[in-house]
């Protein structure tokens, strides 16, 4: 069994317990890949960084909706993305998104980073990780009236099962993450019962929301099997099964390579 982790933040490691500890303990418990996910411009070198060092790390680049401040230096900003895309090295754009759950950034800048970064997708043929907390008619609003990249990605699903209908029209992927295990997340286990099986990621978004099991703690890669567990009871399906299907749909939905598989015991 091997798993994907399709989105966590690797770049909050810290010297107490570094990225190379997350990698090694993710990997004692079979999770190989990783979506190293920026949230502003300058994450986004420190995730290509890393990314240079461990090939089983694939950066994005992108401004998360609650990171583009005030908005005053937002055309600069955006510019910037825009000779980012130029690297090579990104398999996705984001994230971005729209957030009503916290308002420091206006709803009018936050739509202004949003559709950029949906059209910056666009040109440059990248997937995109979109990040949506309270915001669902918004999100789909704008990606209906602008367009929606090719491949999109709802990361951390937790709306309600009626506002995830309309999304899986459009063809989205959906991740899950350990909030699929509390307790009181009933509404995002009935959505995970409606995403079609080709379109099921799973993710940790580390250093957040650890599951159940770890609750309290800082999330890391490591603690996948927890999520996967709960995704394969609520789908009445096989651990291993749902391992290799998530594994599949993640390396489609980002276009990665089946096969760029780490195979870290080898020697040569
Ligand atoms: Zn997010
Ligand atoms: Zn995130």
Request: charged share 25%.
């Amino acid at each position: 069994m091997k798993l994907f982790d399709s989105h966590c933040h690797l770049t909050w490691a810290d010297d107490q317990y570094p990225v190379e500890e997350w990698l090694q303990q993710a990997h004692a418990n079979q999770v190989e890949q990783f979506i190293c996910v920026a949230v502003d411009e300058k994450n986004a070198l420190e995730c290509k960084a890393l990314a240079d060092i461990f090939p089983q790390v694939h950066p994005t680049f992108g401004i998360h909706p609650n990171d583009l401040g005030d908005g005053s230096e937002l055309a600069a900003r955006l510019q910037t993305l825009n000779s980012l895309a130029k690297e090579t090295s990104w398999v996705a754009v984001g994230e971005t998104g729209m957030d009503f759950f916290r308002e420091h950034t206006t709803r009018e800048v936050q739509e202004e980073g949003f559709t950029f970064q949906l059209e910056l997708a666009k040109e440059w043929d990248l997937s995109t990780v979109i990040h949506c907390r309270d915001a669902a008619d918004a999100t789909l609003a704008i990606l209906k009236n602008h367009g929606n990249p090719e491949r999109c990605i709802m990361h951390c699903w937790s709306g309600s099962p009626d506002e995830l209908k309309p999304f899986l029209d459009l063809g989205v992927w959906v991740s899950f993450a350990g909030n699929l295990t509390y307790p009181k997340s009933d509404a995002i286990r009935q959505s995970a019962q409606l995403v079609p099986e080709h379109r099921l990621l799973l993710e940790t978004d580390a250093p957040f929301l650890a599951p159940q099991p770890k609750r309290g703690k800082r999330n890391e890669p490591a603690f996948l099997p927890h999520t996967l567990q709960a995704l394969a009871e609520i789908r009445k399906m096989s651990p291993i099964d749902l391992a290799e299907i998530t594994y599949q749909n993640t390396c489609e939905a980002f276009e990665i390579s089946f096969h760029s598989g780490i195979e870290v015991d080898t020697d040569t």
